[in-house]
């Protein structure tokens, strides 16, 4: 399958600083990525979805303000967690996918652990 | 969006095999059946997918109920390595979003 990559794999920061997190396709070239959140002991959500050269489609609930997801080019998508706080401390998974081809399917990152102090 | 229901937990041997079931009545004539599953802090990892046959890949099996509203994921032989969370998801195709459930925690014992 796909191989995706997701750095940094952990970062802590001070309440009101942001955090970029970036997920990168290594060998395919994605039309599509997902953010999901996934907080301790719960199952992962759907947060975004970004599409090339497009603005972010955020599901319900997701603060597109707050978390600001960039997809220039079909490797590379970043989410930046803006003025973060406590609460926002979780793992984030991107994912990445293609609607053509028999790539009918998603491929995940290794995550990234969000700490704020 | 369709719905999946998984048991919370099963328990299995190691080296026997596993049947994960997931409920998923819902379901709509376009939408895929996926199998993923999830180590602690790592992202999950995909093991099969299917429409409406049976399907079988290295990692498993996948048995498609007749009027698709269940599904099975078959490990064959389960090793330790096996013991994750299991998710079932459905999704449309070429609008391919995933809406987690809760995941079936298999436990491998030795």
């Known amino acids: 399958g796909a191989v995706v990559s997701q750095h940094p794999s952990w970062v802590i920061c001070k309440s009101g600083t942001s955090v970029k997190i970036e997920c990168r396709s290594l060998?395919?070239?994605?039309?599509?990525m997902f953010w999901y959140r996934q907080f301790p002991k719960q199952s992962l959500m759907l947060m975004a979805t970004?599409?090339?050269?497009?603005?972010?489609?955020?599901e319900q609930g997701v603060e597109k303000d707050k978390f600001l997801i960039n997809h220039a080019s079909l490797t590379l998508s970043t989410l930046t967690v803006t003025s973060a706080h406590p609460e926002d401390s979780s793992f984030y998974i991107c994912?990445?996918?293609?609607?053509?081809?028999?790539?009918?399917?998603?491929?995940f990152g290794p995550g990234t652990r969000l700490t704020v102090l | 969006d369709a719905k999946t229901t998984q048991p919370n937990s099963m328990e299995s041997n190691e080296e026997e095999p596993v049947h994960l079931p997931c409920n998923h009545s819902?379901?709509?004539?376009?939408?895929?059946i996926h199998w993923y599953r999830q180590l602690p802090s790592q992202g999950p990892e995909y093991v099969i997918h299917?429409?409406?046959s049976n399907v079988n890949n290295r990692m498993a099996s996948l048995a498609i109920a007749e009027d698709r509203k269940s599904s099975t994921l078959i490990l064959h032989r389960a090793t330790l390595r096996d013991a994750a969370v299991y998710y079932c998801?459905?999704?449309?195709?070429?609008?391919?979003?995933?809406?987690f459930g809760s995941g079936t925690k298999l436990n491998v014992k030795p």
């Open positions: 299917g429409l409406t």
């Open positions: 970004s599409n090339e050269g497009s603005k972010a489609t955020y």
């Open positions: 819902t379901i709509s004539g376009t939408d895929y």
């Open positions: 060998d395919f070239q994605a039309t599509t």
């Open positions: 994912s990445e996918s293609s609607a053509s081809g028999s790539l009918d399917t998603q491929y």
């Open positions: 998801i459905l999704s449309v195709y070429n609008f391919n979003k995933f809406y």
